[in-house]
C-alpha cells in the first residue's frame, strides 16, 4: 500500500452533491513505485440536463453522455481500483465528496483510505507558487496540461504533480522532516509514511546538503554576504551608454529584436545630468519609453563614479521585485562590470528565525491554519536567500501568524545573540550598506524621511519611480489612521491575566510567583479600558449619524464619511467626546504601569526570559500607540496643518468606526525635510503632467523651483494608428438625476461594444456603486453563456486573479475601479477596448478633498483647477494608458462622459494623452465607425 497510489480527478454538473449534482465523467490514474501504470476514463449518464456553463467549461454536452453507463453501473470497478492505495486528488473533499455520495446513493460503503490533498501539499512544498489551481501549479512546474477542466487530462497532470512533490519532499533536510512530523496530525493529508519514510533514510545517509545550515533544530539555506570588488569607472557616460543603446551596443546583443528607442537614451542623459549638476528633476515619460532600464542605468553609472550610493524608490513591494529579478540581471549582461544592487523592506517584511524557532516550540495548541503556515515556512527557509515573505504564497490568515514571527516583532535584538548574524532583516541592512544602489518603496522612504533618516543607509541622490503616488505616500505616513475593530483585536489578543491570550501566556510561566504580581489590577483596569473604547466608539457612531441628518457628512465607499473640526463642533457634546478620549488615555497609561510593574518585579527575581519581555514591551508600544494616535486626533494640535474625519460603516455594528488623519499640504514638510536635505531627487511617472505643465505636481510636492530640471519623453508607439478615442454626445446627463439612465445608456454600449470586439473589454469606473449596478444590468440582459463577466469585488479574487481570469477566457469583459486605473498590464488582442465610464474626478465632498480644496481657497487659490482638476487628469491618462502597451497593440477607447467634449476643461483631458483620432457623434454613428475600424 505504501508505493500504491490512484489519482482521481471527476467533472460534474455543479458544486455541491447535496443540491442533486452528479458525475459526468471520472478520470483515474494509478502510481506505483513512482511510476504511472494505469489509466482510466469514462463519462457517466447523470440523467439530467447539464449546464451551459459546465458544457462550455468542460467541453461536455448532453450528447456525450447519452448512452454512457449509470454511476451504480461501475461503482463496484471503482471500489476495486482503490483497493491498498493511497487516495489522491486535487482539493481531495470535492472528488472524494462527490464520490462516496455517489456510493452511498447506491447501497455502498463509502471509501476511507488514507488520502493526500495536492493543493495542500503543494501549498507546503512548494511554498512561493503564485497559485495553487491545478492549470497554474502545471505552469509554474513546467508540465504539460493538454485538456484543463477534463478529467483524465486533469488526473495525470495531478498524478505528475504527486511525483514531483515527492520528489521534493525526499530533497527536504533531517530537521525539516522532523518539524513537519511535529505538525502532521494536524494536516488534512496522510503524510506520516512518506514523512517518516524520508526521516529514516536520511538517519543512514551522510550526504548533507552544503547550502544548508542548522541552528535549534531548525534548518535554513546558508546566505553568505559577499564583500565583492572595488570598481572604478574610466569610461565617460556617453561612451557608457552608446555601448549600451546604440547599434552595435549590448542591448541589441541581448534582448532579441530589440527596437531602439531615442526616448529612452533621452531620458538616461537627463537623469545624468541632474546628478551632475545637483539639481531635482521632473521626468514625464510615457508608455513604452522604457523608463526602468533608462533611470537604472545612470544611477549606476554615477554610484560607481562618485563612489556613492543611490536610492531607487518604488511605488509598491511588487515593483521593488520586478526591478531585482527582471531589471538588474539584464543590467549585469549590459554593463559587463560587476556592481551590487540591494533590496531594502521595512522589518515587517522579513522573518525572524528566533521567534519562528520559539513559535514552533510552544504552539501546541494551533489551528489548522497556523499549522499549514509553519509547514509552509518551514520549506521555504530551506530555499530563501532573503527571508522576505513577499517571496511566499500565504494563506490569508496566514498573515496574522506571520506578524508574531517577524522581525518587527523581535524588539532590540542583542548583536552579541547567536541569531543577531543569522538575522535577515540585519542582512538585507548589510548588504544596503555595501550596494551602489538601493531598491526601496516609497512607504519606507517616507517612513525613513519623517524619522529623521534612520531606516535606510545615508544617501545625497535619489530616484522616485511612479511619483504620482509619492504625495499620497507621504501623507499616509505622516498621517494616521486607527479603528475600533483593530483596537478590539489588538485588545482580544492581550487579554485577562488567567486568559490564555498573549499576556495569560507570558504569565503562566511564572505560576509560582504570580500571587506576588499585580494580576487584579491589570483585570480590573483592562475591563475599564475595553468598556471606555465601546461607550467612545458607540458615541462617534451616533455623532457622525446625527451629523449626517444635518447633511454635514457624506456617504462614500459605503461608510459615511464626516471630516471633523473641533473650532466648528457642538462644544456640548464635543466636550465629552473629549473627556472620553482623555479618560481613556489615562486607563491605557495604567495597563503600561501595570506591565512595567510586572517586567521589574519579574527582572529583579531574574525570572523573565528574553521572549517574555520582548512580549511584553510589544504589549506596551501597541498601547502607547494608542495613547499617541487618541491625542493626535481629538488632544493636540499638529505643527503641520490636518484634516481628521471619521468614517462609519452603516451595515456593520453601531461601533464599526474609523479615524483618520492627512496634513493638509504636505508641500512645506517635503521641502525642509528632503528636497532641501538631498542633493539630487529625481521624480518620473509616466502620469505626471497636466496639458504639458508640471506646475502641479511642483506644487503639491514643494519641490525648489531654483533647482529643477523639467523634461517630457515621448511615447514611442503611433497613436495615431493603434487607438481611436470616441465619446457618445447622445448620453443622458447625470447632472439632472439621471443616473439609472446613463447606467442603462452604458451597459448598453458595453454590450453593443462586446459584440464588435468579442469582448476582450475593461471597462473603468469612478464608483463601486455605479460598477455593483452596472454588473447587475449586464448580467440581467447579456449572453451569460457568451461573455464572461468579471467584477471587482463581486467576482472573487486579487487584482491579478481577476486579471489573469480575463486573459483566460477568449471572450471577458472586465469591470474595475479604484486600482484597475493603473499597473494593470494587458498587452495584445487579450484588451481590444477600454471604457471609461466617467471621468475620475474625486467627490467634492470627500473630507480629504474638501479640507484640501478650503485650505487652498484660503490661500487665495482656485482650488478646481488647481487641485481637483490636475488630479482627475492623471488618473485620466493612468487609465488611458491601460490599452496601447506596446507597438502592435490596437483598440478603441470609448469615454461615456460628454464632459470630455463640452465642459470648458475637458480640453484639459485631451490636451493630456497623446493626440489621437478623436469622434464625438451618436452611440449609432460609434458603433459603426468601431465595426469598420477593427
Known amino acids: 500500500m505504501e508505493n500504491r497510489y490512484v489519482v482521481i480527478d471527476l467533472e460534474t454538473t455543479g458544486h455541491s452533491p447535496i443540491n442533486d449534482d452528479k458525475i459526468i465523467e471520472a ?10 501504470v494505469e489509466t482510466k476514463s469514462t463519462f457517466f449518464n447523470p440523467n439530467k440536463s447539464i449546464p451551459p456553463f459546465i458544457s462550455n467549461l468542460t467541453g461536455i454536452y448532453d450528447k456525450d453522455v447519452k448512452y454512457a453507463p449509470f454511476f451504480y453501473e461501475k461503482a463496484d470497478d471503482i471500489i476495486e481500483v482503490f483497493e491498498n492505495s493511497y487516495l489522491i486528488a486535487h482539493n481531495v473533499p470535492f472528488d472524494l465528496g462527490f464520490l462516496n455520495a455517489e456510493l452511498e446513493k447506491n447501497g455502498r460503503q463509502p471509501l476511507n483510505n488514507p488520502i493526500i490533498d495536492t493543493v495542500e501539499l503543494a501549498r507546503i512544498l512548494f511554498p512561493k507558487a503564485p497559485s495553487y489551481k491545478l492549470s497554474q501549479l502545471a505552469e509554474y512546474l513546467h508540465i504539460n ?24 519532499l525526499e530533497s527536504l533536510p533531517y530537521e525539516t522532516i522532523q518539524a513537519l512530523l511535529n505538525l502532521e496530525e494536524k494536516f488534512k493529508s496522510d503524510l506520516y509514511a ?102 537604472l542605468l545612470p544611477a549606476i553609472y554615477e554610484a560607481i563614479k562618485s563612489n556613492q550610493r543611490i536610492i531607487i524608490s518604488t511605488y509598491t513591494t511588487q515593483l521593488q521585485s520586478q526591478l531585482m529579478e527582471e531589471e538588474i540581471p539584464l543590467i549585469k549582461l549590459l554593463v559587463k562590470f560587476p556592481f551590487k544592487a540591494a533590496i531594502l523592506k521595512g522589518r515587517n517584511h522579513y522573518i525572524s528565525l528566533e521567534k519562528f524557532v520559539h513559535e514552533l516550540n510552544t504552539g501546541h495548541n494551533d489551528n489548522y491554519d497556523i499549522v499549514l503556515c509553519k509547514a509552509m515556512i518551514l520549506v521555504w527557509l530551506t530555499e530563501t536567500e532573503t527571508g522576505d515573505i513577499d517571496e511566499i504564497n500565504l494563506p490569508k490568515s496566514g498573515y496574522l501568524f506571520y506578524k508574531k514571527v517577524s522581525t518587527d516583532a523581535e524588539g532590540i535584538i542583542d548583536p552579541y545573540s547567536p541569531w543577531f548574524s543569522k538575522s535577515y532583516y540585519q542582512k538585507a541592512k548589510k548588504r544596503a550598506q555595501q550596494a551602489n544602489v538601493i531598491i526601496t518603496n516609497h512607504a519606507l522612504l ?149 506591565l512595567a510593574l510586572m517586567e521589574q518585579y519579574l527582572s529583579h527575581k531574574e525570572l523573565l526570559d528574553k521572549y517574555d519581555k520582548d512580549d511584553l514591551n510589544g504589549i506596551s508600544e501597541h498601547l502607547q500607540q494608542f495613547i499617541d494616535s487618541f491625542e493626535k486626533l481629538f488632544l493636540t494640535d499638529d505643527r503641520v496643518p490636518q484634516v481628521r474625519w471619521i468614517e462609519v460603516d452603516t451595515k456593520g455594528t453601531n461601533n464599526a468606526v474609523y479615524l483618520y ?98 469582448g476582450r473589454m475593461l471597462i473603468l469606473f469612478t464608483s463601486y456603486d455605479m460598477l455593483k449596478r452596472s454588473y447587475k444590468l449586464l448580467k440581467e440582459t447579456m449572453d451569460v453563456d457568451k461573455y464572461m463577466l468579471i467584477g471587482q469585488g463581486i ?39 477600454l471604457m471609461i465610464v466617467r471621468l475620475p474626478f474625486q467627490p467634492p465632498d470627500h473630507p480629504v478633498y474638501e479640507a484640501k480644496s478650503n485650505y487652498m481657497k484660503e490661500q487665495g487659490q482656485n482650488a478646481f483647477m488647481e487641485y481637483s482638476l490636475p488630479n482627475a487628469v492623471i488618473r485620466f491618462k493612468q487609465g488611458f494608458g491601460r490599452l496601447i502597451r506596446s507597438s502592435s497593440d490596437r483598440g478603441i477607447v470609448f469615454v461615456c462622459d460628454a464632459r470630455i467634449m463640452k465642459s470648458r476643461y475637458g480640453k484639459y483631458f485631451l490636451n493630456s494623452i497623446p493626440e489621437v483620432p478623436t469622434t464625438f457623434d451618436t452611440t449609432k454613428k460609434l458603433m459603426e465607425k468601431a465595426k469598420e475600424w477593427f
Not at 27 to 36: F, K, P, R, S, T
Not at 151 to 167: G, M, N, P, Y
Open 27 to 36: 478520470g483515474l490514474v494509478v502510481i506505483e513505485n513512482n511510476q504511472i
Open 145 to 168: 496540461h493538454d485538456e484543463p477542466h477534463r478529467a483524465l487530462s486533469d488526473a495525470i497532470v495531478t498524478a505528475k504533480l504527486f511525483l514531483r512533490l515527492k520528489e521534493k
Open 194 to 295: 512518506l514523512l517518516l519514510r524520508r526521516q529514516e533514510d536520511l538517519a543512514f545517509s551522510t550526504n548533507e546538503n552544503e547550502l544548508i545550515e542548522s541552528f535549534q533544530g531548525l534548518a535554513f539555506r546558508k546566505t553568505e554576504l559577499s564583500n565583492g570588488q572595488t570598481v572604478t569607472m574610466e569610461q565617460s557616460f556617453g561612451d557608457y551608454l552608446d555601448g549600451i543603446y546604440e547599434e552595435n551596443g549590448t542591448l541589441h546583443e541581448y534582448k532579441v529584436n530589440y527596437e531602439k528607442r531615442s526616448g529612452q537614451r533621452e531620458m538616461s542623459e537627463a537623469i545624468y545630468d541632474a546628478f551632475h549638476s545637483k539639481e531635482h528633476a521632473l521626468i514625464e515619460a510615457e508608455t513604452g519609453t522604457g523608463k526602468s532600464l533608462a533611470y
Open 446 to 594: 517616507c517612513t525613513d524621511i519623517f524619522n529623521d533618516y534612520q531606516f535606510l543607509p545615508s544617501y545625497k541622490k535619489v530616484i522616485i519611480d511612479e511619483a504620482h503616488h509619492f504625495e499620497d505616500t507621504a501623507s499616509h505616513h505622516y498621517g494616521l489612521k486607527i479603528d475600533y475593530t483593530n483596537i478590539q483585536y489588538v485588545l482580544n489578543q492581550i487579554g485577562h491575566t488567567e486568559e490564555m491570550k498573549s499576556l495569560g501566556k507570558i504569565l503562566s510561566n511564572y505560576s509560582l510567583v504570580s500571587e506576588e504580581l499585580p494580576l487584579k489590577e491589570w483585570n480590573s483596569v483592562f475591563d475599564s479600558v475595553k468598556y471606555e473604547i465601546e461607550d467612545l466608539f458607540r458615541l462617534l457612531f451616533q455623532y457622525v449619524i446625527q451629523q449626517r441628518k444635518n447633511s454635514k457628512a457624506v456617504s462614500d465607499i459605503g461608510r459615511i464619511q464626516y471630516r471633523f473640526d473641533e473650532t466648528k463642533e457642538d462644544p456640548e457634546k464635543w466636550d465629552i467626546i473629549k473627556e472620553m478620549v482623555t479618560r481613556l488615555t489615562f486607563y491605557f497609561r495604567d495597563l503600561i504601569h501595570v
Open 661 to 758: 488623519s492627512e496634513p493638509t499640504d504636505i508641500s512645506t514638510l517635503l521641502k525642509e525635510e528632503f528636497f532641501d536635505k538631498k542633493e539630487s531627487a529625481v521624480l518620473t511617472s509616466a502620469t505626471l503632467t497636466m496639458s504639458n505643465s508640471f506646475s502641479f505636481i511642483k506644487k503639491r510636492l514643494g519641490i525648489p523651483v531654483n533647482r529643477l530640471t523639467t523634461q517630457k519623453i515621448n511615447s514611442p508607439f503611433s497613436y495615431q494608428q493603434q487607438v481611436q478615442l470616441m465619446v457618445p454626445n447622445d448620453f443622458p446627463d447625470i447632472k439632472y438625476g439621471n443616473m439609472d439612465n446613463y447606467i442603462y445608456a452604458t451597459c448598453e454600449s458595453i454590450l453593443s461594444l462586446a459584440e464588435i470586439t468579442d
Open 795 to 833: 467576482t472573487s479574487g486579487s487584482r491579478t486573479r481577476l486579471k489573469k481570469n480575463f486573459q483566460t477566457f477568449d471572450q471577458a469583459i472586465l469591470l474595475g475601479t479604484s486600482s484597475f486605473w493603473e499597473g494593470v498590464d494587458i498587452p495584445g488582442e487579450d484588451l481590444s477596448c
